[in-house]
Each structure stands twice: as structure tokens, then as C-alpha cells.
């Protein structure tokens, strides 16, 4: 007999398989020894962790505790922008104490979606603040709060008269809420959570001085004013300062909505549109969005076609003096992939049906072809192009990828506010089911497309 590629394929076809079956049967073997004596195994690392071994537990404590101190607590000298550039800490003071205007009351903060950290709080004010003796229409309790750092994402810096005299931001203004265990917007931290009630262009609206915009964006305050007000709660433009894109081409707002910084570990590419890793957006966003103190770069920025005001700007090789954020990017990253997402409350959805609706996810609905559980994205490089999702392509277009990134869906049920996908143009579940079903012709009936709705309520 000759050879022939006939002949050769299929025996090389089964020689594969051969290995392929001998390497399962292999692993399997493994797997079951493992199975047989797991308590023996955790019961000897319980009893005596090798050095090596506590090395690595002692390790990672460390890096989530400095993590968490950076996440909620630096401001990477970010001061040097919100307070001394932008003067934005007159405008929270007000004329009274020695800023401008009518100051910003507690009331007025907690209305734009700033949440306050009851730890913060001594007992003695709780209860006086549970007694209605504590006058929260007052800009100087607003002053008092952030005294005691109790304003989640926002530091004061004050002078030894006691005087605010500039202010800085941390990654927990936009990541993070409170869950209103004291009262709506007062309560314990909850890390990670997009801040779906804040409102960003709002806040940085009231800033006496906004030169800074007007300089880097070649318009004047009034410009500035308007794009600032077109965002809303819950959204932020972090492309607007590379590329000066400031409204959608059909004149809708141009921000995209704050995503949530829990759930990542295992999540190959970040943001809407993937720009990169979680140590490379912190990077962008510490040094050139927060305007903090570090070093950021990134070539693909440099191009002036795609980045006009970037490539102006120097953004795309940030070398801040002293440079306050390199060395806490590696334990930032860290606490963000301890951060699980949050289970969703029971109660707030219907179990029978999302387990339906999860059958119809994995199978019929064609989703987990993409949102891949448990990480709901690919593993791999986790983009698409707008066409593959039925989206225009104005926000991928922003992105060095030009691409949209499956989002991963854990914790779904925490940031419905303001709606879903990059932009929110969808404002329920159910629209977005809807879309696919028009999108991918999925034929889903009534009851399939509610059933769906539950299992990512379920998430
Ligand atoms: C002013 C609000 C704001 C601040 C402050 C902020 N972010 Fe973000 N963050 C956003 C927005 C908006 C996006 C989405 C950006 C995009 O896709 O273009 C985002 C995206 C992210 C992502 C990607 C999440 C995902 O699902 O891929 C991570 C992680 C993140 N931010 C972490 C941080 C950290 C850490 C800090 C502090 C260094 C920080 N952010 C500061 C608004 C903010
Ligand atoms: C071709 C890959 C792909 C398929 C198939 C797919 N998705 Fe998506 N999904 C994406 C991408 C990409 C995004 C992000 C779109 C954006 O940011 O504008 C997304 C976003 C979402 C969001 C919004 C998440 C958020 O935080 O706003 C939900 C919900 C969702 N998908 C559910 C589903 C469901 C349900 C199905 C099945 C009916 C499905 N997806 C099928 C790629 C896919």
C-alpha cells in the first residue's frame, strides 16, 4: 500500500487522538489521586505551610491591604489639578469660608451622587445626625466631612487655621458606593461598584477656573460647560482629553458609563472598548485623567490623526515628577482581582426562571459564545468588532482597538442605573435582550426572552 494523504490522514488523525486520549487518561488519573486525598493534602498545608508557602498568603495580605489604602485613600497628588488648577475646593467652600459662591451643602454633595463612609463618622456625630441636630444644608458640615475624611473618593487638604485649601480625588469617587446602611448615600464602603448616582460633569462644572479645559481643548468655558453638563449621572469621558471628541456625531453625549472594578481577575482586556490591562488603564487614568503625579505611556496614543489633542498634549509619554503612582500600581491591581463581584440579593430575581433563562443563554441565545461563564468574556483577546455586537462605531473608534470588548456580565444587577453597554443605549435588560434577538435572528419567544432577563438579573 502507498502512502497517500488518504491513508496518512486518518492515521495521523488517530495517533492524535491516541496521545490526546493517553494525555487525558493521564490527567484523569492525576485528577482522581488528587480527589482521593484532598483532606489529607489541605490538612498537611493547614498544619505546617512551608516558608515558601507563607511567603506567598503573607504576601498577598500585604498587597490587598496597600492596595486597598491606594484605591480608597490616594490621591497621586492629584491636588495639584482638581484643587490648585481647577480651584474646584472655593466652589465647595463657598464665599463663607473663604471660597466662592454658595458653597456645596452635604444635601447638595449626596444629590450629585457623593456618598459618604459612616466609619468615618464618630459615634457621638451618628447620633447626632440621627437626631436631626446636625444641619445638613450647611456647606461648613460639608467642610466638617471631609475633615474627617468621610467623603468617599474625595480627600481635603486643609491649612493649619483649619481653612480648605485644595482637594484631590481617588479611584473610589468613581468606583465605589456606600450601602446605605445609615442612610440613602451614607453607609459602609462597598469597593469596586461603579458609582452609577455620581455625577462627574456636574461636580467638575462648579470649578471656578477652567482654563486648564479651555487650554487643553482650544474652546471656551461656555463649551466646556455644555459637555461637561451632557454626561449625567453615572458617565465619564476618559478619551475626551486625547482626542477632543466631545459629542457623537448624531450630537448625543459622547461619555461612556462607569463601569465596575470588581470581578476582573481572570478578564483578559479592559474597558468598554479594551484598551488594555487593569495596570495599564490605572496607569492612563492616575496619571492622565485623576491628574495625579506618575508616569504613563503608551505609543499608540502618540498618533495625531486618532489623538489630535493627545498628540498635543504629550499624554501619550506622561512623565510626572515624582512619579506617585508606579509604585503602587502592582498592589492597586491586586485588590482589584481580590474584589469578587457581589452576589445579587435574594429575593431580586426568579430562580425558576433564571434557571430557564440559563439554558437559553448557554444554548439557543448563542450568549455564552462569547460571554464565556463563570468570567462571562472570552478567555483570550476578548474583542469585537461594532458590527459582530449591531452598534455604530464612534466609541470603539476612540480606542487604539477600534474594537468593542465583551463585557463580563458578574454583577450585572449592581449597575442597572443609567442602563447598559458602553453608552447605556440600552436602559433595561430587556431592551438588550431584544437587540440580540433582532441582532442574531434568535426567534426567542415572550417567555424565553424574560426567563433570559431573570438569569442575568441572577449573575
Ligand atoms: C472620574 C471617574 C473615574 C475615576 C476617578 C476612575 N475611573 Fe476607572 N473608569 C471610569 C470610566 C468612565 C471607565 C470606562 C472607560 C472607557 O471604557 O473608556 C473606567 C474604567 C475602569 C476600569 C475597567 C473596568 C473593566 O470592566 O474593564 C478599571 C479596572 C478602572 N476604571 C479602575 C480605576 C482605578 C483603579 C482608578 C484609580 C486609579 C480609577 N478607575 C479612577 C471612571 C473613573
Ligand atoms: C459576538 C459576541 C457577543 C454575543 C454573542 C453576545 N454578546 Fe453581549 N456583549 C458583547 C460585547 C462586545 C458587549 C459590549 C458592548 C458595548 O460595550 O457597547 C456586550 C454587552 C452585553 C451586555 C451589557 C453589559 C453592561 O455592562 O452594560 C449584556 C447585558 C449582554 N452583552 C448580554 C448578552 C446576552 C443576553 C447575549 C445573548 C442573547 C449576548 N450578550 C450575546 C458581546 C457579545
Redesign the pocket.
Known sequence: MTLTSKTVFPVAVSLMLGLNVAAWWHVSIQTDLAAQAPSNGARQAAASPSAADRLITDYAQQMIAQGRQTFRYDTFGSEAFWGDALQLHRAIAGAKSGGVGDGVSPKAALSIGLKVDVDALPTALQAQIKAGKVNLDDPATTLALLKLNAVVGVTGLFDAGGSLKSMGIQCAFCHSTVDDSFAPGIGKRLDGWANRDLNVGGIVSLAPNLKPFTDLLGVDAATVRKVLGSWGPGRFDAELDKDGKAFRPDGKQAGT?I?PAFGLAGVNLHT?TGFGSVPYWNAYVAATEMHGSGTFFDARLATSAQYPVASRSGAANTRGTPDRVTSKLAALHFYQLAIPAPAPPSGSFDKAASTRGKAI?DAK???A???VPPLYTEPGNNL?TPA??G?DAFQADRSPTHM????P?AG?WS?QRGG???DGRFAT?RE??DH?DDL?K?GLTEREKAD?VEY?KSL
Open positions: 458609563l463601569p468598554w443563554f441565545a448563542k450568549c459564545s462569547c460571554h469585537h459582530e455586537v452598534v468593542y470588548r465583551t463585557a456580565l450585572l449597575h447598559f453597554y458602553h435588560l438588550v435582550v440580540y442574531f434568535l433570559l442575568l
